[in-house]
C-alpha cells in the first residue's frame, strides 16, 4: 500500500478501548470510533515536522481486533529493522516515521484513560486541536525545544518560553522574557493567574486550561475572517468609510476595487489595525482583532505597495534579516535558513535568492515583499496594490501566486485597480466614492449585477451617483441577500465584547539590544552592497578638502602668523572646515529615514523598538561620518600651521579635529530630524540647500552675529554656531582683532567647554526631536469601547 491514497471517509466502528499516541512532545488520547491521519503540515490530525514525515504519511484507525496502522507514505514506517505497510495493534508500540534510524518516533498505547472532555473551539480561537497535555505536575514548561513539557514546533515560540506553577492558590503562568509574547485571554502578560476556561496564546498556538488538561490548537488559516459596519473619519469630519461589512470564509482570496478615493487603502489599513476605524468591528475566528490586536497580529502578514526591501541586498540578505528581527533571539541560523528556504521555494524564488534585488522584475520583488510576510506563517495576507506598474503577464502571475497561497491555507485580500484576473478571486468587494459598499459578492455575479460588459464601464458608472445610493441599492438587492445567507459565522447584530483598554502599538518581539546589532549589521550590509555610494562617500571629503587649499594664505590656523602677514586665512579657513563638516554630516542623513519609511512602518507594526532603530542610525552613520571628517580635516590642515596655543588636548589640531567631528554628528543629527519630519524624500535636497546657507550665515564666521538682536537669538540653535565657536576658542582668534572679538571665542578652557557642551545639549535636543517625530508615525489605537 505504499504510496497508495487514504481510506474512504465513512462510518468507524470499532473498538470500546481507547488509544494514547505520543509523537514530538504532543499527547493525543482517541475515543472509540475515532479515525487520525498523521503526517507533516496542513491537514493532519497530528502534525510532525520531521523531513523524513511526509505529508499523509499514516492513518489510524479502529477495528473490530483493536486499532489500525496503515501507512501511506514515500520513506516508509518502520517497526523495528522492518517496514510495515498495516499493522495492528493490540499492545504498547513505538513506530519509526521517514527512517529505520533517525525517524520521527510515535508511540502507540491501548487502553489509555478516558479521552479529554470536548474543546471550546470558539475560546481556541478556531485552531485545529493538536495534542492533549495532562496536568500531572506542580510546573510545567512551554516552549519550542523537546524537553518542554509541552512543546510547540512554531518559529515565533522561544525555546523555553513560559512556565505554568502550581501554587497554593491556583496556577501562576509566568513568561520567560520572550519577545513574542504570552497572552491569556488575548492579554498580553508577563505573569498571571490562570483559572479553568483561559485561553494561553503563545506564537500560533493556543493553550486551553481546563484545570487537568492543556489542549493544544494550533491555527492554521481557514478560520472566517469578517468585517463589520467599519466607518473611518478625518479629524475634520469627512468619511473616508462607511459602514463597510463582509464575511470571508477561510482560505479565500478576496479582492477589493474601486475608482480612486472609494477608500480602498483606507479600508487595508483598518482590517490590519494599521489605522483602526473609528467604529465597527474586525473579527478573525470570531475574535475581535481591535481588541486582541497584541496576540492577532502576529498572525497578520501585510504587504503595502511600496515595497518594504533594501533593494541592494540579495533576495536571502533580506530575508535572513527579516528573520531576525521577526523570530525570537534564540531561534538557530539553522532553523532560519531553513525557513527561508521554504518560503523561496513556495513562491518560485530559489533560483534567484542571491540575486540582489535591484535586478529582479517587477514580479520578482513584489513575490521578494510577500515572501518577508510569509517567514512567520501568517494567516492573514494583505496586499496593497500588489500589481501597479506591472504588465499583463506579471499582473496575471501575480494574482496565481496568491491563488496559490489562499488554496494553501490563508485567508488573502488584495486592494487593486487591474481587473483582468479577477476570476481568480472567490469573492469580490466594490467600493464606490465615499467609501460605500457597493456590491460584494463572487467576482462573476458583478458585471451581471451593474448592468455592464466590463469594469472599466462599472468604474465610470460608479461616478454618476452618490456612494450613499449605491450602498442602498446594493442592500436592498437579492445579491446582498445571498451574500448575507451564506455568510459562515455571521453574528448576531448588536452583540457587543465587554469593553477592554486600547492595546498598545507594536509590542516588541525582541529585546531593543537584539534589534540594534541586526539593524546595524543590515545597514552595514546596505552600505556594503552599494559601491556606487560607498565611493561617493569616500570621494566626499577628498573634494572638499581640495577646496580648503584653495583658501589663500601660508599661516593656516596660526593667529601669530597671521598677524605678522597681515591674513585672514585662520578665520577662513576654520569657516570652510566647520561648513564642510555640515555638509558631509548632514548630506549623509537627510534622506535616511525618510527614503526607508516603508520598511520602518511595516517593521515598527510588528514590534520594532523606535529606540533600537534610531540607535542604529546614529551609530552606522556617526562612523561613516566620523571617518569622512577625519579624512576630511586631516588633509585640509596637510602642510599648513595648526593653532599656537591649545587648550585641553596638548594639541591645536586634535582640538580643531574634535570640533569638526562634533559639528559633522551634530549636522547628521539634524539631517536625521528632517528626514524624520518629511513624508517625500525629493523634499530632502532642497532643505539641505536651506540648511548649508543657515549654518553658513549664522556661525559667526562670515560676519559677527554677537550682540544682533533675533540673528544672536536664532544663532544658538545652530550647531556651526557653537562648532565655529570652538575652534576659534582654540586659534584664539579674538588675538586678531580684539576690539571686535566674540565672547564665545575667548581663548579659555571653561568657554571651548562651554561651547563644547552647548553643542553635545543640541545634539541631545535633535535626538529626542527625531525619537519624537519617528513616534508620530505610529498609528492611534481607539479607546476602550463604551
Not at 528573520?323 to 518560485?348: K, M
Not at 530632502?684 to 549654518?695: A, E, T
Request: with cysteine; hydrophobic share 45%.
Amino acid at each position: 500500500m505504499t504510496g497508495s491514497g487514504p481510506p474512504a471517509p465513512g462510518p468507524v466502528t470499532g473498538p470500546t478501548d481507547t488509544l494514547e499516541l505520543h509523537a514530538g512532545g504532543h499527547r493525543l488520547l482517541l475515543g472509540p470510533g475515532r479515525r487520525v491521519v498523521v503526517g507533516r503540515g496542513d491537514g493532519v490530525d497530528l502534525d510532525l515536522p520531521h523531513p523524513g514525515v511526509s505529508r499523509l504519511h499514516l492513518v489510524v484507525e479502529p477495528d473490530p481486533a483493536g486499532w489500525t496502522v496503515v501507512d501511506h507514505s514515500r520513506n516508509g514506517t518502520f517497526l523495528g529493522q522492518h517496514r510495515i505497510t498495516r499493522l495492528t495493534v493490540t499492545g504498547p508500540v513505538r513506530l519509526h516515521l521517514g527512517s529505520v534510524s533517525d525517524g520521527a518516533p510515535l508511540d502507540l498505547v491501548p487502553g489509555a484513560a478516558a479521552p479529554p472532555p470536548a474543546v471550546d473551539q470558539q475560546r481556541t480561537g478556531q485552531g485545529q486541536v493538536t495534542a492533549v497535555h495532562d496536568v500531572r505536575t506542580a510546573r510545567i514548561t512551554v516552549g519550542r525545544l523537546p524537553d518542554n513539557d509541552v512543546v510547540l514546533d512554531d518559529l515565533l515560540v522561544s525555546r523555553q518560553h513560559a512556565v505554568l506553577d502550581r501554587g497554593p492558590t491556583g496556577w501562576t503562568l509566568t513568561d520567560l522574557g520572550t519577545g513574542n509574547g504570552t497572552f491569556v485571554n488575548g492579554r498580553r502578560v508577563t505573569r498571571a493567574p490562570i483559572t479553568p476556561g483561559d485561553v494561553i496564546g503563545i506564537g500560533h498556538g493556543l493553550l486551553q486550561f481546563d484545570g487537568d488538561r492543556l489542549v493544544a490548537s494550533v491555527d492554521r488559516g481557514g478560520n472566517v475572517f469578517a468585517a463589520e459596519d467599519l466607518t473611518v473619519t478625518t479629524p475634520q469630519g469627512k468619511v473616508l468609510l462607511q459602514s463597510v461589512g463582509f464575511t470571508l470564509s477561510g482560505n479565500s482570496l478576496l479582492a477589493v476595487i474601486g475608482p480612486s478615493g472609494a477608500g480602498k487603502s483606507t479600508l487595508l489599513h483598518a482590517l490590519t489595525g494599521a489605522r483602526p476605524a473609528d467604529s465597527g468591528h474586525v473579527r478573525y475566528a470570531d475574535r475581535d482583532l481591535y481588541e486582541d490586536y497584541d496576540e492577532l497580529r502576529q498572525r497578520i502578514g501585510l504587504v503595502p505597495q511600496d515595497d518594504v526591501l533594501h533593494t541592494q541586498l540579495t533576495v536571502r540578505q533580506a530575508l535572513t534579516y527579516a528573520a531576525r528581527l521577526r523570530f525570537p533571539a534564540d531561534t538557530t541560523a539553522a532553523d532560519r535558513r531553513g525557513r527561508i528556504a521554504e518560503v523561496l521555494e513556495e513562491l518560485g524564488l530559489t533560483a534567484h535568492a542571491d540575486q540582489r534585488i535591484t535586478s529582479l522584475s517587477g514580479g520578482q520583488r513584489k513575490r521578494t515583499s510577500v515572501a518577508l510576510e510569509l517567514l512567520t506563517q501568517p494567516s492573514l495576507l494583505f496586499l496593497d496594490e500588489p500589481t501597479s506598474g506591472l504588465d499583463p503577464g506579471m499582473d496575471r502571475s501575480v494574482m496565481r501566486t496568491l491563488r496559490a497561497l489562499a488554496d494553501d491555507g490563508r485567508t488573502v485580500v488584495v486592494v487593486t485597480h487591474n481587473v483582468a484576473n479577477l476570476e481568480l478571486c472567490d469573492q469580490l468587494l466594490v467600493l464606490a466614492p465615499g467609501g460605500h459598499v457597493a456590491y460584494a459578492g463572487p467576482p462573476a455575479n458583478a458585471l451581471r449585477y451593474f448592468g455592464r460588459s466590463d469594469f472599466a464601464d462599472v468604474f465610470l458608472l460608479l461616478e454618476t451617483l452618490p456612494g450613499e445610493e449605491w450602498a442602498r441599492r446594493f442592500r436592498g438587492s437579492p445579491d446582498h441577500r445571498r451574500a448575507a445567507a451564506s455568510s459562515p459565522g455571521h453574528r448576531t447584530p448588536g452583540v457587543e465584547p465587554a469593553a477592554r483598554p486600547a492595546p498598545a502599538t507594536g509590542p516588541r518581539q525582541q529585546n531593543p539590544l537584539t534589534q540594534f546589532a541586526v539593524l546595524v549589521r543590515r545597514y552595514l550590509a546596505v552600505i556594503a552592497s552599494d559601491r556606487q555610494y560607498a565611493v561617493s562617500l569616500a570621494i566626499l571629503p577628498l573634494v572638499l578638502s581640495a577646496l580648503a587649499h584653495a583658501v589663500p594664505g601660508s599661516s593656516g590656523l596660526s593667529v601669530r602668523a597671521a598677524a605678522r602677514s597681515g591674513e585672514a586665512q585662520p578665520a577662513q579657513l576654520l569657516l570652510v572646515l566647520v561648513i564642510g563638516a555640515v555638509l558631509m554630516g548632514a548630506a549623509a542623513s537627510v534622506r535616511e529615514l525618510v527614503k526607508e519609511r516603508p520598511v520602518y512602518l511595516r517593521e515598527r507594526a510588528i514590534g520594532l523598538s523606535i529606540g533600537a532603530y534610531l540607535a542604529s542610525k546614529v551609530v552606522v552613520l556617526a562612523l561613516v561620518t566620523g571617518l569622512q571628517a577625519v579624512l576630511f580635516t586631516v588633509v585640509a590642515l596637510l602642510g599648513r600651521p595648526g593653532p599656537d596655543d591649545p587648550l585641553l588636548l596638548g594639541s591645536g589640531r586634535a582640538e580643531v579635529l574634535l570640533a569638526v567631528l562634533a559639528v559633522t554628528w551634530t549636522a547628521m543629527l539634524t539631517g536625521l530630524a528632517i528626514s524624520a519630519a518629511i513624508d517625500n524624500a525629493d523634499r530632502g535636497m532642497p532643505l539641505l540647500v536651506v540648511l548649508i546657507m543657515v549654518q553658513l550665515i549664522l556661525c559667526g564666521g562670515l560676519f559677527p552675529v554677537d550682540g544682533r538682536v533675533v540673528l544672536e537669538q536664532l544663532s544658538w540653535l545652530v550647531p556651526s554656531r557653537w562648532g565655529y565657536a570652538m575652534t576659534a576658542a582654540t586659534a584664539d582668534l579674538n588675538a586678531l582683532d580684539p576690539g571686535a572679538g566674540d565672547p564665545a571665542w575667548e581663548h579659555s578652557t571653561a568657554i571651548w567647554a562651554s561651547d563644547a557642551s552647548l553643542l553635545l545639549a543640541t545634539g541631545v535636543a535633535l535626538v529626542v526631536a527625531t525619537a519624537l517625530l519617528l513616534a508620530r508615525l505610529d498609528p492611534r489605537r481607539r479607546g476602550p469601547r463604551p
